[in-house]
Each structure stands twice: as C-alpha cells, then as structure tokens.
C-alpha cells in the first residue's frame, strides 16, 4: 500500500507542475509552420513577424461593422501610444481568402495605415493558424453575399513570437490601451 500512496503522489505532484508551468499556446505548431501570403508579396509565417510586438486580427475585408471598425480602433491605439505604437506591427489574417487576395488585403488596409500586413492562405493554412489561437469562423451564405462569423478579438504577440494577450471585441478601448501600453513597456518585447 505504501509502494502505491508513493506512485500517487508521484503521479499527483507531476500534474500539478504541468498545470502550474506555461501551457504552451494550443497549436502552437501551426503559428511557427503555417505560411501565408503577404499583402507586400512576402510568404510569411507568424514566426516570420519576429522582431517587434504583432497586433493580430482574423477578419475579412467585406465585413461590414467589425473588421473595419477593429482596424480603426487599431489605428488609433498605436497612435495614443506614440512611441511605443511604432513599435507595434498590426496584421490582418483574412479569413476569406478567396476573395481576400494580397493584392486586395494591400489596398483595403492602406487606407487604415500602409504598414499593416494582410496574410491570406489556402483554407487548411488558415484553419490551422486560427485554431492555433481558438479563434473560430465559419462562412454564411455563397458568392458575393457571403459573409462570416468570427471571432473578433486581437492577439498581442511578443517580439518573439509567443501569445502575451489577448484582447475581446467588448473589451473597453482605454482597457486595451493600458494593457498594450504595459505590455510593450516591457524591456526585451
């Protein structure tokens, strides 16, 4: 009986360093392999956008309300933060690809700021690099009607790629602005 209760609190104190380490971010695979085209003719993967801190949305650029609402609000942030906003890269991962071409994701977000990147991929890419952040999508209707359901929250990653936070839709914008502002005061990000 002793040689058990040893196994089970063996067993017990392992999961419990798995649950207090890090869970490493679900897919975390698919957001260092998964490549989609750029909307400055580059193939990038999220493991290319190293360097400095990404702003990340998933949306498409016939959305009515959200998505150009969210890039807007976008702008505004990485202006309110001055320096620390130049820093900050804000990407736009399309969800519609066939009709979010580079090109097209190009001219739709210059007229937010001409430093956003656009990614659009094949749907298996782009599937795998949404799952990888538990963002969901799901098309409603066909052809030119079409449109979707998705989730619309921005990821902020680290200048070395890894999920620092997360920020919902209905989340207050001074909110957003204070977590970005401490966030990116971070030495080292």
Do not use: N
């Amino acid at each position: 009986m002793s040689a058990l209760r040893t196994v089970v609190l063996a067993a017990c104190g392992v999961l419990a360093a798995c649950q207090a380490a890090d869970a490493p971010v679900m897919g975390q695979a698919a957001l260092q392999s998964v490549a989609l085209q750029s909307s400055d003719g580059r193939r990038l993967s999220i493991a290319g956008l190293r360097g400095q801190p990404t702003l990340l949305f998933f949306g498409f650029t016939h959305c009515p309300e959200v998505c150009p609402l969210s890039l807007y609000k976008a702008v505004q942030f990485k202006r309110r933060l001055g320096p620390l906003g130049d820093r900050l890269q804000v990407v736009f991962v399309t969800v519609d690809p066939a009709r979010d071409t580079p090109a097209h994701l190009r001219e739709y977000l210059a007229a937010f700021d001409p430093g956003f990147i656009g990614l659009s991929g094949d749907e298996a890419g782009t599937r795998a690099l949404a799952e990888s952040l538990g963002v969901t999508y799901r098309r409603v209707g066909e052809g030119d009607a079409a449109t979707f359901e998705h989730t619309a929250s921005w990821f902020l990653l680290g200048a070395d790629g890894a999920l620092q936070d997360v920020y919902g839709y209905a989340l207050d914008d001074r909110e957003i602005e204070a977590r970005l502002r401490a966030r990116l005061a971070v030495p080292g990000e």
